[in-house]
């Protein structure tokens, strides 16, 4: 972690759709007994059967580690998250609605509690630290099974209640057929192995493996690869067009396809624009500790000294 030197410890929770990361980091910036758990699926209690686990990891690291008692948290979640009021609004994967994290998570854990969007958080963790340091317009994109956004405008992240950056429900043009459809049923990784495994009659592929056959010669994968990156360039086109987006930070399982992606992304996108700037366009930096890293951020901003000092914000 690059976190350097605080007055207190603090605790940060990153919660997935299959895993549940979590971390005690201490005032130098360690991370000390990151744990990671299978995220706890409870139809009937979603959003309590997640701070049942969030309790039981507290408790963990409490006993683990008394020297280093947590004075704040932060908890980051998927879906519609409307970080100001601590209320996760909707998840679709984890199944809660109008669910009180921040209230109820302070009740239990006894401290400040910071509660988050995943990729919002992640995101304002790669503009302090990672690949978007040196930028103050930046739109960060996550392609995993699907799509999310996080936008920074002028150093600041929009969040809009938690509506803010849903990219992937943004409509662009259906390679299928007349109309449109979302980027996510073209764009995502889970969309090129479904698109490509329903035309081929094969097998369900991964996204790597589509690639490896575009590359190879399979014309119905390039087919495939190439309408995936129209509708992400599609949809970063607008993003330049509207917010003057000057960097995009690819994040997810598809950017581990490195420039087998963002090359020909670059591409496409730099056709689509007129006289607006090119974004840089990169891959992610933080990796998978991106979400965790900005929840420590985010908990370690509720800390006394942090509150009270001037110019803590997310702008610069």
Same mark, same amino acid.
């Given at each position: 972690m690059v976190l350097g030197a605080a007055e207190s410890a603090v605790l940060a929770f990153d919660v997935g759709g299959t895993d549940l990361k979590a971390g005690l980091v201490d005032t130098a910036g360690n991370v000390l007994g990151l744990r990671r758990r299978a995220t706890p699926h409870d139809p009937l209690r979603p959003g309590e059967a997640i701070l049942d686990a969030v309790e039981a990891l507290a408790s963990e690291f409490a006993a683990e580690f008394p020297a280093h008692p947590a004075k704040a948290a932060c908890i980051v979640v998927p879906g519609i998250v409307d970080s100001d009021t601590g209320v996760g609004i909707y998840s679709a994967n984890l199944g809660w609605r109008n669910f009180p994290f921040g209230e109820k998570a302070a009740q239990r854990l006894g401290l400040p509690v910071s509660f988050g969007h995943d990729v919002s958080t992640a995101a304002e963790a790669e503009f302090r630290f990672g690949a978007a340091r040196d930028f103050r317009n930046v739109v960060v994109m996550v392609v995993g099974t699907g799509i999310a956004a996080a936008v920074i405008s002028d150093g600041y992240p929009v969040r809009a209640g938690g509506f803010a950056g849903e990219l992937g429900h943004a409509l662009v043009p259906d390679p299928d057929g007349p109309g449109h459809?979302?980027?996510?049923?073209?764009? #995502?990784?889970?969309?090129?192995?479904?698109?490509? #495994?329903?035309?081929?009659?094969?097998?369900?592929?991964?996204?790597?493996?589509?690639?490896?056959?575009?590359?190879?010669?399979?014309?119905?994968?390039?087919?495939?690869? =190439?309408?995936?990156?129209?509708?992400?360039?599609?949809?970063?086109? !607008?993003?330049? #067009?509207?917010?003057?987006?000057? =960097?995009?930070?690819?994040?997810?399982?598809?950017?581990?396809?490195?420039?087998?992606?963002? !090359?020909?992304?670059?591409?496409?996108?730099?056709?689509?624009?007129?006289? !607006?700037?090119?974004?840089?366009?990169?891959?992610? !930096?933080?990796?998978?500790?991106?979400?965790?890293?900005?929840?420590?951020?985010?908990?370690?901003?509720?800390?006394? =000294?942090?509150?009270? =000092? #001037?110019?803590?914000?997310?702008?610069?």
């Open positions: 459809t979302i980027l996510e049923a073209v764009g #995502s990784a889970g969309a090129i192995a479904r698109r490509y #495994s329903d035309k081929a009659g094969t097998p369900r592929a991964g996204a790597r493996e589509v690639l490896e056959r575009a590359t190879a010669g399979d014309a119905l994968a390039a087919r495939i690869w =190439a309408d995936a990156v129209d509708a992400l360039a599609f949809s970063l086109s !607008q993003c330049v #067009s509207i917010i003057g987006t000057e =960097a995009v930070v690819v994040g997810g399982g598809l950017a581990e396809a490195g420039e087998g992606l963002l !090359q020909p992304l670059r591409s496409r996108l730099d056709e689509l624009l007129d006289f !607006q700037r090119r974004p840089i366009i990169m891959r992610a !930096q933080l990796g998978q500790d991106a979400g965790l890293l900005g929840a420590a951020m985010r908990a370690r901003a509720l800390l006394p =000294a942090a509150k009270a =000092a #001037s110019g803590t914000g997310t702008g610069r």
